[in-house]
């Protein structure tokens, strides 16, 4: 079974076992990838899909303003008409309304899963500045050690702040950039040494270490974690 389509629970025959089917099949191959420490982005996927099931049953505009690059105008447009056609319709709303609040309490649990081994994982880390810390700290590098202490993966990252519903979000852009093999050459000091001499565009970068001794998938899990951790911790250390 392959990912959910953003308006599942209202495609094609409205039936409660069929679209039990279709979730606890989504669902099981969420389950597999969190059994392998694979959280990313499976994690994010269904907690939009619960998102987009709250907003439907309270009849909020269906993210538009939460999600505008997931949820098409199209599919708006489309969940739009079939809740002014189900309001119409007492046993179909009847059906759809145990549809979500099924899938509701099954994501919830399984986002909790997730979220477990989010903060697991969060709770892992360790960052800190590498020398000094300079006034500016937007833009610069960190360098991510996991618990196979054999690789010093170094990637660029770019902080991102973006206004939705009066707040202020903090985003980040990072690149992967290479990897130094440990040596007594190659310490997280010695690195920053040959970034700022081989990287001429920052002269005076910052430079973070986020380090853990856990062994994890980095793409999936390791790295989506470090950036959002390394965020708070720019945001709560900012000058």
């Not at 392998?36 to 982005?41: A, C, F, I, R, V």
């Not at 999936?220 to 951790?229: D, G, N, Q």
Request: aromatic content about 12%.
């Amino acid at each position: 079974m392959g990912a959910l389509s953003e308006t599942w629970f209202a495609d094609g025959y409205i039936d409660f076992e069929l679209k039990k089917y279709t979730l606890l099949s989504y669902l099981q191959e969420i389950h597999r990838h969190f059994n392998q420490n694979k959280l990313y982005p499976q994690l994010a996927d269904i907690i939009f899909h619960y998102n987009n099931l709250v907003a439907f049953r309270e009849n909020k505009q269906f993210l538009q303003q939460h999600f505008p690059k997931r949820l098409t105008a199209v599919n708006m447009e489309k969940l739009q008409l079939l809740y002014e056609q189900l309001v119409a319709d007492d046993e179909l709303m009847e059906e759809l309304e145990s549809i979500i609040a099924y899938a509701l309490q099954q994501m919830n649990s399984t986002i909790k899963d997730g979220t477990e081994i989010y903060e697991f994982v969060e709770d892992k880390l360790n960052i800190s500045p590498v020398g000094l810390v300079p006034l500016d700290t937007a833009e610069g590098y960190f360098l991510l050690c996991d618990g196979r202490y054999s690789d010093t993966l170094v990637y660029t990252y770019r902080l991102t702040i973006f206004e939705r519903h009066d707040e202020k979000f903090r985003g980040i852009h990072t690149e992967y950039l290479e990897a130094y093999t440990k040596s007594l050459a190659n310490t997280c000091e010695g690195i920053k040494t040959q970034l700022i001499r081989k990287h001429t565009g920052l002269f005076n970068p910052a430079v973070y270490r986020v380090e853990t001794s856990l062994v994890l998938p980095v793409d999936e899990t390791l790295l989506p974690i470090a950036k959002r951790s390394l965020v708070k911790y720019i945001a709560l250390n900012a000058a």
